[in-house]
């Protein structure tokens, strides 16, 4: 009986064998490809300098999306760069070229460090065996960041303090060179109906929103100073004497205060503005997924749609995406020309956070904005709030 039984699991174990061999064999053939990255020029910069349009020393990020697996090439001074070795997938690529301030000197007689070229419109690119060996990718000019950037969101709650979650932030980051203002700078939550599915992902025009606030100010109340870290909590409290692993909050710069909700009001520290959000005893975002935006929007321009308000996506600054599992690009819900991946994959009360990743630390920190979390942000333990880690 026993031996039988053997038998049956040894010829079970060989079929998978045979079954693992036969479909190892496409995998290695992919495996022998070289996908040979052409980058070209848009904006004439290159010609200019160089006199040619391929674009010299890229740095290329390629991100798979089934796998999440993360390569980094650099261009060679041909404006080429190889890989191999890769599996079949649609990939995330980012193109990065930073141009100097010498060169930005050249070509427009003004020293200037924050312009890059980069590939704004094909980020995601197939690589396979029917893709062809040599993909071309157009890059074009951009400023190289907003001014003002969400430099984090701590979002999951603290570990070893039960369901306690009301330490949750989101911090705003300064990157030019000028002092700016927050006054009345929108900061809303990118509403999805998760229970019956509905997002507005595809709407070209518009962010609906159902959780909108404003800072408060009406013009230069609150300045905030090249390279500031501006923390803005929903709740202005030291968390650590609810919840030992939580964080200090009551140093924050803003808080989001419900005042038609039994919350907490530091009075140290000034409030946001609700402008919109019908629902709630705090302002609220989710712990595993979410989307935050900052924009430039008057309130009163803003456009009613069903139970939602609507923030043209022409006024927004920055906007971040997180999931539970950040491989499933197909959920996102903010549309992808504000945020084409999305950062996150961290669990409910583990203390984790996200932080956008430093792309320059000369001067003053320039902070990684390629309007992709999927590479912009990386997680860190523990959060840094009004800080960087
Ligand atoms: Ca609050
Ligand atoms: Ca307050
Ligand atoms: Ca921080």
């Known amino acids: 009986m026993r031996l039988k039984y053997i038998n049956i699991v040894l010829l079970l174990l060989s079929i998978a064998g045979?079954?693992?061999?036969?479909?190892?064999?496409?995998?290695?053939?992919?495996?022998?490809?070289?996908?040979?990255?052409?980058?070209?020029?848009?904006?004439?910069?290159?010609?200019?300098?160089?006199?040619?349009?391929?674009?010299?020393?890229?740095?290329?990020?390629?991100r798979s999306k089934m796998q999440g697996k993360e390569y980094k090439i650099q261009a060679d001074?041909?404006?080429?760069?190889?890989?191999?070795?890769?599996?079949?997938?649609?990939?995330?690529?980012?193109?990065?070229?930073?141009?100097?301030?010498?060169?930005?000197?050249?070509?427009?007689?003004?020293?200037?460090?924050?312009?890059?070229?980069t590939n704004v419109n094909n980020r995601i690119i197939r690589l396979s065996p029917g893709s062809g060996n040599e993909i071309n990718i157009l890059m074009e000019r951009v400023i190289g960041s907003s001014p003002l950037v969400i430099s984090e969101i701590y979002a999951c709650g603290p570990p070893g303090a039960g369901l306690y979650y009301h330490d949750k932030y989101v911090e705003v980051y300064n990157q030019s060179d000028s002092i700016l203002y927050l006054d009345s700078l929108m900061i809303a939550v990118v509403y999805v109906n998760s229970y019956l599915g509905i997002h507005y992902r595809?709407?070209?025009?518009?962010?609906?929103?159902?959780?909108?606030?404003?800072?408060?100010?009406?013009?230069?109340?609150?300045?905030?100073?090249?390279?500031?870290?501006?923390?803005c909590a929903e709740d202005a409290i030291d968390h650590r004497i609810n919840a030992p692993n939580s964080v200090d909050l009551s140093?924050?710069?803003?808080?989001?205060?419900?005042?038609?909700?039994?919350?907490v009001d530091n009075p140290?520290?000034?409030?946001?503005?609700?402008?919109?959000?019908?629902?709630?005893?705090?302002?609220?975002?989710?712990?595993?997924?979410?989307?935050?935006?900052?924009?430039?929007?008057?309130?009163?321009?803003?456009?009613?749609?069903?139970?939602?308000?609507?923030?043209?996506?022409?006024?927004?600054?920055?906007g971040v995406e997180y999931m539970s599992d950040p491989t499933k690009l197909e959920n996102k819900i903010l549309n992808p020309s504000v945020d084409a991946g999305t950062t996150g994959g961290i669990q409910f009360y583990t203390g984790k956070s996200m932080e956008r990743i430093t792309a320059k630390s000369e001067d003053r920190r320039i902070l990684k904005d390629d309007n992709n979390s999927s590479v912009d942000f990386q997680i860190i333990q523990p959060a840094t709030p009004g800080e960087y880690h």
């Open 251 to 263: 140093a924050a710069d803003f808080e989001f205060y419900k005042d038609d909700a039994p919350d």
């Open 202 to 231: 595809d709407d070209p025009d518009y962010v609906h929103s159902k959780s909108i606030w404003i800072f408060p100010g009406t013009g230069s109340d609150y300045p905030i100073m090249p390279g500031q870290f501006v923390l």
């Open 77 to 117: 001074s041909n404006g080429t760069a190889e890989i191999s070795g890769i599996l079949s997938d649609d990939y995330l690529v980012t193109a990065d070229r930073w141009m100097t301030a010498d060169e930005m000197k050249i070509i427009e007689g003004v020293s200037r460090g924050d312009i890059k070229l």
């Open 268 to 318: 140290a520290v000034p409030n946001m503005i609700k402008i919109y959000q019908d629902s709630g005893n705090d302002w609220l975002i989710g712990g595993e997924k979410g989307s935050l935006i900052i924009a430039r929007y008057p309130a009163d321009s803003l456009k009613p749609y069903d139970d939602q308000f609507l923030i043209p996506y022409k006024s927004v600054l920055d």
């Open 18 to 62: 045979i079954n693992c061999n036969i479909e190892e064999m496409p995998v290695n053939e992919e495996r022998s490809i070289t996908y040979k990255l052409i980058l070209q020029d848009n904006s004439g910069y290159m010609s200019t300098l160089y006199g040619s349009n391929m674009v010299r020393n890229a740095e290329i990020i390629l």
